[in-house]
C-alpha cells in the first residue's frame, strides 16, 4: 500500500462525508450510508432525534449516494433511539439498496413504516 493510500480519508471523496442537514422542515440525508460512514451518521441522528422538534421526524434520504449494510443498521438504529425517546421517525425516498437490504434482512415494513 502506497504513503498516499495510507493517508487517505475513510470516506469516498467523489461522494464525500455523510451529512444530515435540516431544511423544510426535515431532514436530508446526503452522502454514504457506509461502514466508513456509519459512526458520523448514527452520531448526527441521535442528535437530531434528541433536538426539540414539534411533530413527526421525517428524514429524507434522497441524498444518500451509496448504501451498505452498515448503512441499514444506522437506520434501524435510529428508529430504536426515536421510539425509545417516545419520537415518531419516518424514511422517504429510500435508495434502492438500501430497501433491498431491508427485504433481504426482513426489516423493509419497518423501514417503510417508521416508529
Known amino acids: 500500500m502506497s504513503a498516499a493510500q495510507e493517508s487517505a480519508p475513510a470516506f469516498d ?3 464525500g462525508p455523510f451529512n ?15 461502514f466508513d460512514s ?4 448514527r452520531e448526527l441522528g441521535l442528535e437530531a432525534i434528541a433536538a426539540p422538534r ?3 421526524l421525517v428524514i429524507d434520504c434522497k441524498g444518500v ?11 434501524l438504529d435510529w428508529l430504536a433511539a426515536a421510539r425509545a425517546k417516545g419520537r415518531s421517525l419516518h424514511f422517504t425516498h429510500l435508495p434502492q439498496g438500501l430497501a433491498a437490504l431491508g427485504r433481504i434482512s426482513e426489516v423493509n ?3 417503510e413504516r417508521g416508529v
Open 20 to 34: 444530515l442537514l435540516a431544511a423544510e422542515g426535515q431532514l436530508f440525508a446526503e452522502g454514504p450510508l457506509t
Open 38 to 41: 456509519a459512526k458520523r451518521a
Open 65 to 75: 449516494t451509496i448504501s451498505d449494510s452498515a448503512g441499514l443498521a444506522v437506520l
Open 13 to 15: 471523496l467523489a461522494a
Open 109 to 111: 415494513e419497518l423501514l
Open 54 to 56: 414539534d411533530g413527526a
